[in-house]
């Protein structure tokens, strides 16, 4: 196993910046915002720690990229910002999941309501869930699973490669030639396969969610500390990776949105505690079939909670 491990001053500048104005603007944050963002620079710390690195596939050895600190991403003029007539996160589900309509819609605002707190202050909402063919986007072939994929220009993730067979030659999504065609057409499903719902499938498809979407706002790979913002490659190096954004990550994307880090982490602890989905949105035509409520499945979600209460007791202190 490696360890990324960065010194105290690296990670000062990478969070601060040597940049007067973006170093002033550090300073006008609140005592315990910069108290729980210095965490940072603890090396005893049990917040945030180095990023591991288990084998030569993980991301970071396969995937070389530039680092991006506070100061590059708040000088980049193609980021994402949020605006009061563009402050919406809009959420389509592509294709079914689980075995029933009502289990599909439960499920999507299940990660309606986590995503409106891991980027508190925009409004989520949902649209009308489409089959893939109604997509009319372009697909492309894995190289090494040789599974259809989307490709498209937003952010995009499938819940089908969290099945235990998904990179077995058994599984339904594999591409499959059409007949008396040219050899570019492929057939097109649409209906995935989709694995049992679970609290870890739950916790994998927030993190996925919240990861892609932080892409759209201009957060890069993060190379820093562990964090949301890691690179993966596979499902093991996906579960390391942890649900919280390091302190440079964390800064960027308050920075974007706006949002009071405390009242953020609060949000994020009620979303764990309620068992509903009582979150507004689009009520879809066919709510009334196979109407059930499930208990939200957030066992898997204890270990950040306790996280993120650590980190309230900074805050408020």
Known sequence: MQTVQHSEQTL???????????ASQYEKLDAG???????????????????????????INSHPEAPQDFEEFFSDPYRKTPSPAKCSIYIQCIGSLGNTRSISEEYVRWLKGYC????????????EPVPVSAT????????????????????????ARYGSDFYSSHYEGKVKKLQKKSSSDYSVFDNYYIPEVTSVLL???????????????????????????????????????????????????????????????????????????????VTPKHSCEDNVNLPKPVEAFKEWKEWITKCLAILQK
């Open 33 to 59: 915002q910069r108290r729980l963002m210095n965490e940072a620079f603890r090396p005893d710390s049990d917040l945030f720690g180095p990023i591991t690195l288990h084998s030569q596939s993980d991301w």
């Open 116 to 127: 409106e707190a891991f980027f508190y202050g925009l409004r989520v909402k949902l649209l």
């Open 12 to 22: 000062k500048t990478a969070l601060i910046s040597k940049n007067p104005a973006l």
């Open 136 to 159: 009319r986007c372009s697909f492309r072939i894995n190289d090494n699973t040789q599974n259809l994929q989307i490709h498209a220009g937003v952010g995009i993730f499938s819940f």
């Open 203 to 281: 916790l994998r498809s927030c993190k996925t969610l919240t990861h892609e979407i932080g892409h759209i706002f201009g957060l890069r790979h993060c190379q820093w500390l562990a964090c949301l913002m890691q690179g993966s490659n596979h499902l093991e190096e996906a579960d390391r990776r942890p649900l919280n954004l390091c302190p440079i990550c964390l800064r960027k994307l308050q920075s974007a949105v706006g949002f009071s880090i405390e009242e953020r982490y609060k949000a994020l602890v009620r979303w764990i505690d309620d068992e509903s989905t009582d979150t507004p949105g």
